[in-house]
């Protein structure tokens, strides 16, 4: 059930994803520039929003009430993408949405399983599988729709997308027994329902109304940056406040050992190196969706591929390659040539850097030649994919492993920032760049090979802080 729930809502996400910078673009008249940085803002606040939506969850709604809160406003927000002059409305009920449903579900999901429950693995492995499904029908179905009949086409597919998720999880509610709520409340009732849509439907003023005062203060004082700088403050001290309530007193009381602040220090060192994949992978819904739109030749006989289409190779290419990466560092972990989790962590990012370089020689073919053909493209995905599949999975296992109890939550949340301020660095780098002797894809070439071959020479380094945990 919870895997056609998150099938469905990822499905809504990545449509509307895989349209967006295209849209911005074609349909709405933004400048390149403008188009990524907005792109960037959104995709930045959708890592922070489930700070907030997870310890609401955690401390007053209950994670069920919490999913259903976050489904109800994020179909809003793909609808209100339907209208044209509703954008900003429409991205600002997403961003909530997304906080309140992407760190429940998960969650959800393991309180379902006692500790060492050996189906615990399976049951999140066919979730992943959930997500990557959702994720390659997406571009195929909304992609289709938004470029070749409309637009608003593809956004309401999105929203169908997270409507049938939500009618899922609601008619199989009673599979999930008193998991996700808070004290002896067993079912949902009239008044939850009530408090339930009351609270999504009051997204809307409140985002009109954040609406509001951004247009009244904008004009006189930008406080973008301002803003940014304090949501990742807040993020970190809240975080940190927030895992020790949930943790006890008893607990955070406890001083630290030095081992447990070399393995929190291990992970912040490699949050850092973090930043340097993620700012390069979303360059797929920005500067290379635009790419797949304007610069590939998407010509098969009189039927164009729509560009949105290349958003699908990298599910496909996880769920086929997935499992045969897996077995992989199996097999290696049984000889003497094993790698640790940082040296894995670093040869996605020399990944990422390969994937890069065939992206800038395609770009500098396009100069010359105005077009390329999709097989350039198709190849950055399925490279991009290994270098991912070799970083995420590792990280999250990582973090999760390191991390002392008390300030768990604390680590995850820094973790997600790191993910957050590399999603916003994707979308303005290009403009940083402007003025400089560097171009796009040969700078990300060149960082992603560096920060790949520097984790590598200390991984050494990091596995001796990780200690037994390693």
């Known amino acids: 059930m919870l895997f056609l729930t998150e099938m469905w809502e990822r499905f809504s996400y990545y449509g509307m994803r895989a349209l967006l910078v295209i849209y911005l673009v074609n349909a709405q008249g933004y400048e390149r520039a403008n188009a ?45 993408m339907a209208f044209e002059p509703l954008l900003h409305l429409a ?125 009244f203060i904008g004009p006189v004082w930008d406080p973008l940056p301002l803003l940014g700088k304090l949501a990742v403050v807040a993020g970190i001290i809240g975080a940190l406040w927030f895992s020790g309530k949930a943790s006890g007193k008893e607990q955070t009381a406890q001083a630290m050992t030095r081992d447990e602040w070399l393995r929190i220090a291990a992970i912040l060192i490699m949050g850092f190196f973090v930043i340097f994949f993620w700012m390069g992978f979303e360059q797929a819904g920005g500067t290379m969706s635009l790419f797949a739109d304007k610069l590939t030749d998407r010509h098969l006989g009189d039927w164009e591929i729509p560009a949105s289409y290349f958003q699908a190779i990298n599910p496909l290419s996880i769920v086929i390659l997935g499992p045969v990466l897996a077995a992989f560092w199996t097999r290696l972990d049984q000889t003497r040539f094993a790698l640790s989790s940082p040296a894995k962590m670093g040869f996605g990012l020399i990944f990422l850097g390969l994937g890069f370089l065939v992206m800038a020689i395609a770009q500098d073919r396009a100069n010359v030649s105005g077009t390329v053909g999709p097989h350039w493209l198709a190849m950055v995905f399925v490279i991009h994919t290994i270098g991912e599949l070799c970083l995420s999975p590792v990280g999250l296992s990582m973090v999760t492993k390191l991390a002392p109890t008390r300030v768990a939550a604390m680590m995850m949340g820094v973790w997600y920032l790191a993910n957050a301020a590399a999603n916003k660095l994707a979308g303005i780098l290009e403009e940083l760049l402007k003025g400089t002797d560097f171009k796009l894809f040969w700078f990300l070439v060149v960082s992603s090979l560096s920060a790949g071959i520097l984790l590598l020479l200390i991984s050494p380094l990091i596995k001796k802080m990780m200690g037994n945990k390693g």
């Open 36 to 80: 990524l940085a907005l792109y960037a803002t959104y995709t930045g606040l959708v890592y922070l929003s489930p700070l907030l939506g997870g310890y609401l969850a955690d401390r007053y709604l209950g994670r069920r009430k919490a999913i259903l809160i976050g489904g109800f406003t994020m179909a809003l927000g793909h609808f209100a």
């Open 91 to 215: 991205l600002g009920l997403l961003i909530i949405g997304n906080g309140f449903f992407k760190p429940n579900i998960g969650t959800l999901l393991g309180s379902l399983y006692r500790e060492h429950d050996p189906r615990r693995d399976g049951g999140f492995t066919f979730f992943y599988m959930g997500v990557n499904t959702g994720a390659f029908l997406a571009p195929l179905v909304a992609g289709t729709l938004g470029e070749k009949i409309g637009w608003h086409y593809g956004f309401a597919a999105a929203g169908v997308g997270m409507c049938l998720g939500l009618a899922q999880f609601v008619h199989g509610q009673k599979k999930l027994g008193n998991a996700g709520f808070i004290g002896d409340k067993t079912s949902l009732d009239k008044s939850d329902w009530l408090h339930i849509l009351l609270i999504a439907g009051g997204m809307v003023p409140l985002v009109l109304a954040i609406l509001s005062a951004w247009t």
